[in-house]
């Protein structure tokens, strides 16, 4: 099932696999797919800290794919329903998306019973500051573990380029910089060594190759999701974000004037 953009699961029941959530993104069917339960929720955020519910229900709607023109018998329904501030899901917005009862009804108790457990409280109240800074580490931590699976991911197609990346950079264009590079990455707060400045250096220019190609193909054959994702996966191979913002703030003072000499 598709995660909406920017968004990361912060809270997913342990369904019993295969559930809706492990279907393919298309969302249509022309039998009945096999699967544990036919509905099932997961809590989501975004980078904001907004969070809301995602519900999903297989449910037989004969129709045809608009994209391939083929027909379908099942499909499953999508929805979103915006958490407020304190993570509360209002029952009318559930009662307005969701029209069976029984399905209502247990959304809600295993909803509140992740809530409870959840959302920190002082003198009876939520203590908002306390929940924004424990669903921003969750978030974190969900995008820790996306870019580590990033990393896994395409190990082998980025890894395999690095060192001849590294010798071309050494005895190309090194040559031009080498007496500002590794300054201006320390005086950025850089605390890594050169040769693995250089090594960093080589995989940002590889993981985004195609960065700006509209097909996002990947030297291997396959495709990147969106932008964001490429993003995130350099972000995973540079160790952090600040380091990775590091490389690229790095490499464009010392290049940028580079260029500017080299019109001069």
């Known amino acids: 099932m598709r995660i909406p953009e920017s968004f990361f699961v912060i809270y997913q029941p342990k369904y019993t696999v295969p559930c809706v959530f492990d279907l393919n993104e298309r969302g249509t069917f022309p039998n009945h797919p096999s699967v544990t339960g036919t509905w099932g929720f997961r809590v989501l955020a975004d980078t904001d800290l907004k969070a809301s519910v995602q519900f999903a229900h297989l449910v037989h709607r004969p129709g045809k794919d608009p994209q391939t023109g083929k027909a379908y018998e099942w499909m499953v329904e999508e929805t979103l329903i915006d958490l407020d501030d304190q993570l ?21 108790d295993a909803f509140n019973e992740w809530h409870d457990n959840f959302v920190p409280m002082k003198k009876k109240k939520v203590d908002i ?38 010798h071309d950079f050494k005895y190309g264009l090194y040559n031009h910089v080498k007496e500002r590079l590794y300054q201006e990455y320390q005086d950025n707060g850089g605390e890594d060594s050169e040769p693995n400045l250089l ?16 097909d996002l193909m990947k030297p291997d054959g396959t495709v990147w999701r969106n932008e964001d994702e490429i993003w995130q996966c350099w972000i995973g191979f540079a160790g952090s974000e600040d380091e990775a913002y590091r490389i690229c703030r790095t490499m464009d003072a010392v290049f940028k004037d580079l260029e500017l000499d080299e019109v001069g």
Do not use: Y
């Not at 090594?199 to 509209?214: G, P, S, T």
């Open 129 to 166: 500051e306390e929940l924004k800074q424990k669903l921003g580490n969750v978030v974190d931590e969900c995008k820790e573990r996306i870019r580590k699976e990033l990393v896994r991911k395409n190990q082998h197609w980025v890894s395999s380029n690095i060192p001849r990346r590294i």
């Open 199 to 214: 090594k960093k250096i080589a995989l940002f220019n590889r993981v985004l190759d195609n960065f700006d190609h509209e």
């Open 88 to 108: 509360t899901l209002d029952s009318a917005a559930v009662e307005q998306k969701i029209t069976d009862s029984e399905i209502r009804s247990a959304l809600m």
